[in-house]
Structure formats: C-alpha cells, structure tokens
C-alpha cells in the first residue's frame, strides 16, 4: 500500500500513477497484432486520463521533444507494444492505492473521459480542424483533482465532503483545506510536465472567452453532470452556454450528449459506476423549476498579511501589465480574503471592457466571459471619467444598487463589492472589482483600504511601464 502523500511533495510527483484495471483489461482484449493501430489504443488510452498522462510523458520522454499534442500522435511515436509494456508495468488504483482513495479517483476518471468524448463531438460539430486536441484538454481538465486523489493526499477526502455534505462553495473549500484551487494546481503540473498549451490554458478561468477553451470548460461541465445523474439545477445554465457556443438548439444537444453517453455507457462498470440515465426535456423542464443550489457559508476566508505583502512585491516588481494584474488579483483573494476578485480590460473602440484576469471564479465560466458596456450614464460609467475607489455598502446601497448593469447583478448574487476604475497615462485603462461572494462575510474597511492599496500601487506601476502596444496606439 502506497502512503498518502501530498501534491507538494515533488519528487513524489514523477513516480507513476497508478491506471484503471480496465484500461489494462481492453489494451490486453485488443492485442498488439499488426491490425491493430496507434488510433485504436489511443482511443483505449483516453478513456484513463491517468494513463493518458503517463503514454505522453513516456511519449516526451523518449523522443525527448514537446509532448505530441494528441494521443494517436504519442502512440505512434512510441510504438503500440511499447505502450502496451509500459502500461501493464504501471500500478493498479484497485492495488497500489488506499481503498477510501479509489471510488473517488474513478468517478474524477470517468467525468474526464466522458468530458473527452463530449469535447470531441461538440469539437467536430463546430468544424475545429483538431477535435483531438481539444478531447485531450478536456480529458485532463480535472488534472489537479485526479493526481490528489491518485497520490492518496489526505485534504481530499475532507475536500470532498466539505462540497458535497457541507455544502460549502468548491472555491471556499479548496482555499482553506488546499490553498489554492484546484484549477491552479492542475495548470502548474501541465507546466511541470510540458503538456500541450490547451490542456493548460483550458484550466485558467480567464480564458474563457476564448473558444476552444470555453468548449473545454463546458464539456467538463456537462460530463460532471451526466456523471451526477443529470440532477444539478445548473446543468439549465451550462446546458444553454454550451448551446449558444456551439450555435445548436437545445433539443439536438440533448440527442449529442445522449448518444455520448450511450456509446459510453458499456465502459461505466470499469469506473465503479451505475449506468447514466437518459437527458430528456421533461427532466430539463423539473430542474428549471428547482432554484440554484445554495452553499452553505460555514466559514469566511481569512486574511493572510504574508501573501499580502508577496502580492505587493509581485506589483512592485512586475515586468509587464499583465503581471502587475495577476498580482493584485492574488492579493485581493488570498492576502484579503476576497473570495473573488477580477479585472476587466477596456476596448476604447468599442466601449466595452471585458474581463481577462480572474480569482476565485474557476466555476463561473459566465462570470469569467463578462463585458460591460461603459459609454453610459450607469456605475461603469460613472467610474470610467475619472479614477474612482468604490465600496458598494448599506450606506450607498439604496441608490448605488440600481445603477449596477443588470448583467453584473445577476452574476455576482450580492449587493457589496469594491471596484477600482484604472487610469494609466490618463486614459481609461480598466476595473478591478472584488467581493465575498455571500453577504454573511461582509466587506470591512480593512479590506476596503487594502483594496485601494494593491490597485493605487498597481496603478502606479502600470504608469512606470514601458508604453504597451494598446496604449502606444491610444495615446
């Protein structure tokens, strides 16, 4: 029996996963015989996001080049019984792992294959001239979570039920019993091991906006819930993002996910699962009908002045905008315990600022694809005529709430927030903003004058840059 371990314990990191005992079972069924192709193992291979990861690793390693940005690719160069050798050399989850470690990991396995084929049909249905690479991102999406559960890290199980029995928001959880989201871990190991760009730049909440990535975010999503029974109330509102993104009504979605799930639905019992129930619109039609789950705030981030003060030097020394952003971002979540925090760039030609960096909205693709519209005479517009510091409070709540976009009050669920209007050079430049999410962890004047420390200081650093390109053509 392995012991339990956490992700921070790299050397740890680079020893093998251990795999599902059916992928093993399916690669042994197929064979290695001349008839047998790098497509047929891949497609074997990516059912196991674990063993997926280990084919590309082995696939880097041995040609000592970037990983293959698809799974046929790294079977291929490395040889269909290469891969099969080194796949029954890997330890078994059912073997080598704790037994209160297994179920969880298979059921993280099983959302990530179905999140694959879900990618790759949806890939295909927009005419993307890779759907494979985007069924690989998907596959890894939940890289953070399934190498935790995989390594027997002991904060998992508490994690687990923290969200499910606790109704505790996943981005609370993660931050007190993690540290960090899982979202963050995931991306630091596709840098750690070189993976493709798209599996990491699919896990960054900001890049949602982004269409590739959002389509990975979504089938990520819908297989959480096909995996769920199709029984959360937010499956209505991933269900409609992913119809609008992909330009599909709701009725042929349903027959896509439909037809995923049945041509999934042998391989269930290898994942220790019950088979999935079939998406109808009579089902859709009961969850409209149910609210959104609420969480329970057990508990209020707490401040924590050390990574405070390494936000303030990361503004302090940032070689780029972007830097100085991600910095004050930092700060805003994990220095004052704002649960989320996000900043939104403006187009001056268009009059919109969207949002580009995010903390603490790994869950909320919709917040994360944001714009606002700021030529008028509402919040956004006041604060863009000149740099503005504002608390939305009880005192300013009455005749601030109303001037709010309806958009933003519908996303955010509050009626408190800080909002900071960035000028650089004299020109409009961006907003910060940064709330708690729920209204029993109120904003307090400490983190109010926090707040306006980080962005002032960002502020004037963004001044002290070079002049980037967006400025250089708008000044």
């Known amino acids: 029996m392995r012991t339990m371990v956490s992700v921070d314990a790299s050397p740890v990191l680079d020893r093998d996963l251990p795999v599902l005992p059916a992928s093993l079972a399916r690669l042994a069924a197929l064979g ?41 690719q790294a079977v291929f160069a490395l040889g269909v019984p290469t891969v099969n050798r080194a796949a ?11 037994e209160p470690m297994r179920a969880p990991l298979k059921r993280a396995l099983a959302r990530g294959a179905l999140a694959a084929r879900i990618a790759r049909v949806l890939a295909q249905t927009v005419g993307d001239s890779e ?15 399934v190498v935790l559960w995989a390594r027997g890290d002991r904060r998992m199980p508490g994690l687990r039920a923290a969200i499910v029995q606790g109704r505790v928001a996943p981005h609370e959880a993660e931050y007190v019993l993690l540290g960090r989201s899982l979202e963050s ?16 730049t699919a896990m960054l909440a900001h890049n949602a906006r982004a269409p590739r990535e959002l389509l990975v975010m979504l089938s990520a999503q819908l297989a959480r819930h096909a995996v769920g029974g199709w029984r959360d109330p937010l499956l209505v509102h991933h269900l409609a993002m992913a119809c609008r993104h992909i330009q599909c009504p709701r009725e042929p979605m349903i027959e896509i996910l439909n037809e995923v799930a049945n041509q999934f639905g042998p391989l269930v019992r290898g994942y220790g699962l ?28 707490a401040p924590r002045r050390d990574l405070f003060r390494t936000a303030v030097r990361g503004i302090e020394t940032a070689a780029s905008e972007d830097a100085a952003i991600q910095a004050v971002l930092h700060g805003a979540h994990h220095g004052l315990a704002l649960n989320r925090a996000f900043f939104a760039r403006l187009d001056p030609d268009s009059e919109m600022l969207t949002v580009t ?62 909002m900071t209007s960035v000028f650089v050079h004299g020109k409009a430049f961006g907003l910060f903003y940064a709330d708690r999410r729920s209204e029993s962890c ?29 400025h250089a053509l708008n000044s």
């Open 442 to 470: 109120g904003l307090d004047n400490q983190a109010f004058t926090g707040f306006q420390a980080l962005t002032a200081l960002a502020t004037r650093h963004l001044e002290a840059l070079p002049l980037s390109a967006y």
């Open 88 to 98: 029954r050399a890997l330890p078994f989850i059912d073997k080598d792992l704790p």
């Open 274 to 301: 019950p088979p999935f129930p079939l998406l109808s619109e009579v089902r859709l039609t009961k969850l409209e009908a149910q609210p959104e789950p609420s969480y329970h705030q057990s508990f209020c981030l």
């Open 32 to 72: 290695a015989g001349a008839q047998v192709t790098p497509r047929m193992v891949a497609a074997i291979v990516g059912d196991d996001p674990l063993l997926a990861l280990a084919v590309l690793r082995m696939a880097q390693a041995e040609r000592n080049r970037p990983v293959p940005a698809t799974l046929e």
């Open 185 to 200: 871990i995931g991306e630091g190991l596709v840098r750690r091991w070189q993976l493709p760009p798209l599996v990491g």
């Open 131 to 145: 759907p494979e690479e985007v069924a690989l991102s998907a596959l890894l999406h939940r890289l953070g979570e």
């Open 357 to 418: 960096r995010a903390a603490g909205t790994d869950y909320e693709p919709a917040l994360n694809r944001l714009q606002l519209r700021c030529g008028g005479d509402d919040l956004i517009g006041l604060l863009l005529r000149k740099p503005t510091q504002f608390w939305l409070n009880p005192q300013n709540q009455s005749f601030s709430w109303p001037l709010v976009p309806e958009n933003l009050r519908n996303l955010i669920g509050v009626q408190a927030f800080f």
